[in-house]
């Protein structure tokens, strides 16, 4: 575990100095890659809390992330156009405010995954995969075909929405506050795992009867772990939509959901920094792959397979070798 530690402090420093030296040297691009990193990061964290500590394999966790999305794109359409986003049974007017947003998010992709996860937690297995890919899918037809907010194209903020005491339009700046929103969820997510619900979830993922011996219910374990697995994904979701200035229906796609299942599998599946490592490590091979040749996808499945075939605790586990394996 000692190994993994610095493993973990390395991938902290890097995400701390390398939008340093990026504004050193005057590249702002780089800022908006670690920028993209950081939010990647959250939603997968989101993720791992789910099939992580609770064994859900869920495909359809662009749900949140779009719904996420949309909060913002719609709050802040209704904010630059000066109209009310609903006059009854009360008023209810858009706003740039990001905290206001963030809120929204969360809540609403919570309330979206507590119904989906009833729906889905009756079912186990593949069928629990299907199901979660099937919502995501309805989510996806249903914003292509909401021509109110662009439809199948999308909609655009123009100006990025703003926090007190930043300008959010400096990327140094966004930056800073996506990595302590980051901060904050991975501590959020270590302090879940160590507590005794989630003792009780990683028990209940391991032996479910065993648990329902000492009066615990596994699948209401299952449920608040999927509640706030889809409310991390719902607020990166804001922070992603806020970084384009864009959402679109391809934010539900089950495209979307894939990659942030290989965010965690890349960096280790259950390990607090996985996720971090795996959205790190994708958009990097994203950057320096896709300019070399557009089949960069190619590489990465092929880095995907060795990880699954020989690193078990994926990344993670292949550095810090047995040291990072646990059960």
Not at 35 to 63: E, M, Y
Not at 118 to 147: D, E, H, K, N
Not at 171 to 187: E, N, S, T, W
Not at 190 to 216: D, H, I, Y
Request: hydrophobic share 60%; aromatic share 12%; charged share 10%.
């Amino acid at each position: 575990m000692i190994r993994e530690a610095y493993v973990n402090a390395l991938t902290l420093a890097l995400f701390a100095l390398i939008p340093l030296w990026a504004v050193l040297a005057d590249e702002p691009f780089t800022i908006t890659l670690m920028t993209r990193a950081a939010i990647f990061a959250i939603a997968a964290i989101g993720l791992n809390i789910a099939l992580g500590l609770g064994g859900l394999v869920s495909l359809g966790h662009a749900v949140f992330f779009g719904v996420g999305g949309y909060a913002m794109g719609i709050l802040a359409h209704h904010a630059q156009t000066y109209t009310a986003l609903s006059e009854w049974p009360f008023l209810i007017e858009g706003t740039k405010s990001m905290p206001v947003i963030w809120l929204a998010a969360v809540v609403l992709s919570a309330l979206a995954a507590l119904v989906i996860g009833i729906l889905s937690l009756r079912t186990t297995g593949v069928y629990f995969i299907m199901i979660t890919l099937a919502f995501g899918q309805m989510f996806f037809f249903f914003a292509i075909s909401w021509a109110e907010y662009g439809g199948e194209d999308g909609l655009s903020i123009y100006v990025r929405n703003g926090f007190p005491g930043l300008n959010t339009l400096d990327p140094i700046q966004f930056y800073g506050l996506c990595l302590g929103l980051l901060c904050l969820v991975l501590v959020f997510a270590w302090k879940l795992a160590g507590s005794p619900f989630g003792l009780a979830l990683n028990a209940a993922r391991q032996a479910p009867v065993r648990v329902e011996t000492v009066g615990l219910d596994p699948t209401r374990l299952r449920l608040v772990a999927f509640v706030l697995s889809g409310a991390i994904a719902g607020l990166a979701g804001a922070l992603f939509a806020d970084l384009n200035r864009f959402v679109s229906p391809v934010m539900f796609s089950w495209q979307t959901s894939g990659e942030i299942m290989i965010f965690v599998i890349l960096g280790g599946v259950g390990r607090l920094f996985g996720p971090v490592i795996g959205a790190l490590v994708f958009v990097a091979l994203e950057h320096w792959l896709g300019g070399l040749s557009e089949y960069w996808h190619i590489y990465l499945g092929l880095l995907l397979l060795l990880i699954v075939l020989f690193g078990r605790g994926g990344l993670i586990g292949m550095i810090c070798g047995r040291e990072a394996v646990h059960d």
